[in-house]
């Protein structure tokens, strides 16, 4: 269990919340949540790289000169993986890099990544409530009041992202906006700093604290 403190939109403390998640064992947990990381990376991966063999490259049909007399290394087509424009040797084809991993395990990793990022998460109470048409610099005021500097990468976790949110927060490079149920172990562990609403944070308790 983790103790957060909560903030308001002008960033004063406004009580505290807790986030209680079954973690994995300290000796097992960095290769669970290495496991859950390298799964997911590779599967985004399309694996739609495909090279041309000696046998797919076009020409090539004919003996390109004779076999003796010219006092050359014979050869017996212009498209051998030998010469430019012949065919390339064990280059990539067409595959799958999906790697599997149990349902239990997967949960269990990003609940652990969760937790281990207690220090860096910061919950907002009324997130962007009065927020009627989008803006950019309202969103950037907010993070300075809750002492989060413009350079850091932030992970902002909504539990129903309005459109209005969402418009505002495009366009900034370092913010990333995803929904409470749609964490992941990417995103968790390559932001610098968690944003969460109140509702977001109840929201995680609800969906991955039944384990």
């Known amino acids: 269990m983790i103790q957060c403190v909560i903030r308001d939109w002008q960033g004063k403390e406004a009580g505290e919340a807790s986030l209680n ?6 000796s097992s947990a960095a290769g669970l949540v290495h496991r859950a990381v390298v799964r997911q990376l590779a599967n985004a991966r399309q694996g739609t790289a495909s090279s041309l063999t000696r046998a797919e490259v076009r020409g090539g049909g004919r003996k390109p000169y004779k076999q003796k007399g010219t006092g050359r290394a014979r050869q017996g087509s ?9 065919g390339v040797v064990f280059g990539p084809k067409p595959r799958s890099y999906a790697v599997s991993m149990n349902r239990k395990e997967r949960r269990l990793a990003l609940r652990t990544a969760l937790i281990s990022r207690a220090a860096d998460i910061t919950v907002v109470k009324g997130f962007a409530t009065a927020l009627e048409a989008p803006k950019t610099r309202e969103i950037v005021a907010a993070l300075l009041r809750w002492d989060i500097p413009a350079t850091d990468k932030v992970l902002l976790v909504l539990d129903a992202p309005s459109e209005v949110v969402r418009l505002s927060v495009r366009n900034l490079e370092k913010v990333k906006l995803i929904a409470a149920d ?7 562990l390559n932001a610098k700093r968690l944003v969460l609403s109140e509702e977001a944070l109840a929201k995680i308790q609800e969906v991955y604290g039944d384990d």
């Open 21 to 26: 998640l079954k973690v994995a064992k300290d």
């Open 182 to 188: 749609q964490l992941n172990m990417f995103d968790l």
């Open 78 to 86: 212009i498209r051998t993986p030998l010469r430019p424009g012949g």
